[in-house]
């Protein structure tokens, strides 16, 4: 006697049952993700762009140093001091100077954001002018030339609050994921990592990139940035659904 066995056979093409536990898990994952991201996003505009901003003016306001016998290693004043050059480093991963003074600046290592153009024409045993503030050099000078170092407080909130918004925006993607993969676990549909979940995350970094270096070159508002990155990534995530779903776009 044969006994029949009828069922599904699944074909080679079709693909695997969803796993819903792995899916909860990484619904899980995402959320912790968001709240970690909300967190960042929370730092940067509450701390660190106030503190960037504060600094900066304090800087800016700063006056020359009296005349002193003493002369404190700290001062909120601009204080000149004479340096010799004792060496350079001028790589695309090292730009720096080490300048040798005089008491209370004996020995002086000043990085640089880019070697153009006093660093770049610096030899050893040239001789510079520091401008000192609150203890670190914050601009090399020689002759005509001036150069910014890498300490020297700037006026740039336009690339901070682009960081900030990344990472609110990396919130708010993670979080859609997540409650998706815990609320479907058998079937979050399209926001999965491949192609949604990737695609968007190439549009949210490379979009607060542009927007904040060109919200810095123009002289925007920093407040500009969040609104237009947030519009830009809201526009390009229905564009993207609309057009997976429609499957005009591969997977």
Request: proline share 7%; charged share 20%.
């Amino acid at each position: 006697m044969t006994t029949t066995r009828i069922g599904t056979v699944r074909g080679e093409d079709e693909p695997p049952p969803p796993r819903a536990g792995g899916n909860r898990l990484m619904g899980a994952a995402l959320i912790v993700l968001s709240l970690a991201s909300a967190l960042t996003c929370s730092f940067v505009f509450t701390t660190w762009l106030p503190t960037d901003r504060a600094l900066y003016r304090e800087y800016k306001a700063a006056k020359a140093c009296p005349a002193r016998t003493v002369i404190p290693r700290s001062e909120d004043c601009l204080r000149k001091v004479t340096f010799t050059v004792e060496n350079t480093r001028n790589t695309a991963k090292d730009l720096r100077a080490t300048l040798l003074g005089s008491e209370p600046f004996p020995r002086m290592v000043v990085p640089f954001g880019d070697s153009g153009p006093v660093l770049s024409g610096l030899q050893r045993g040239d001789r510079v002018t520091g401008t000192v503030w609150r203890g670190v050099v914050v601009v090399v000078a020689e002759g005509d030339f001036r150069q910014n170092s890498s300490d020297a407080p700037r006026d740039e909130p336009q690339m901070t609050a682009a960081v900030g918004t990344f990472a609110g925006l990396l919130a708010a993607l993670a979080l859609m994921f997540g409650a998706m993969h815990l609320a479907r676990p058998r079937d979050p549909g399209l926001f999965t990592w491949r192609p949604y979940g990737k695609w968007l995350l190439i549009v949210t970094g490379a979009t607060c990139a542009v927007v904040g270096l060109s919200a810095v070159w123009t002289g925007l508002p920093w407040l500009l940035v969040p609104t237009l990155c947030g519009a830009v990534v809201a526009v390009a995530a229905w564009f993207l659904h609309r057009d997976l779903r429609l499957g005009r776009v591969g997977r």
